[in-house]
């Protein structure tokens, strides 16, 4: 499977983040699915009592499994929450003029930022960096320990 169209580069996606025409709601919805191993719909169903930002955490519940993990973040993401808060103590935590914000906003809005890319393409190429990292450290591994790849 080509998965060339899937991928973002760091370049398009602090791009994508610096954008100020973009909402910040929508900036820190990118921003934890390039930082973090949640889902899309798993963000954007987070209330303001699951941002635990002393901790620098979120509570997530699984989209798949339906339980609780936490998903760190951040010290950018962090301030960014912080301000999307304010003094709300309750309801969404991300929304726009005054409603939660909703998948298709967030996926058409990083289409025009990047060129067409995916939203999806920021959880995608974490996890291709991350099983990249994996392989790259067993090379090593093994080149240290005397085996060959």
């Known amino acids: ?3 060339t169209n899937l991928l973002v580069t760091e370049l398009e996606v602090d791009t ?3 954008d100020q025409t973009v909402p910040s709601a929508v900036r820190a919805v990118w921003q934890l699915l390039w930082e973090s191993d949640v889902r899309l719909d798993e963000v954007l169903a987070l209330d303001v009592p699951d941002a635990e930002l002393d901790d620098r955490l979120v509570v997530i519940t699984d989209a798949k499994e339906s339980g609780l993990f936490d998903a760190g973040v951040s010290v950018p993401a962090a301030a960014l929450l912080r301000e999307l808060i304010g003094p709300r103590t309750a309801g969404p935590l991300f929304t726009l003029d005054g409603r939660r914000l909703t998948k ?3 996926a058409a809005a990083f289409r025009a930022a990047t060129g067409g890319r995916t939203v999806h393409a920021l959880r995608f190429t974490r996890q291709a960096k991350e099983r990249s990292a994996v392989r790259l450290g067993s090379v090593a ?3 240290h320990e005397g085996r060959t790849a």
Do not use: E, P
């Open 1 to 3: 499977m080509d998965t």
């Open 16 to 18: 994508a983040l610096a």
């Open 141 to 143: 591994a093994d080149r």
């Open 104 to 106: 298709a906003r967030v």
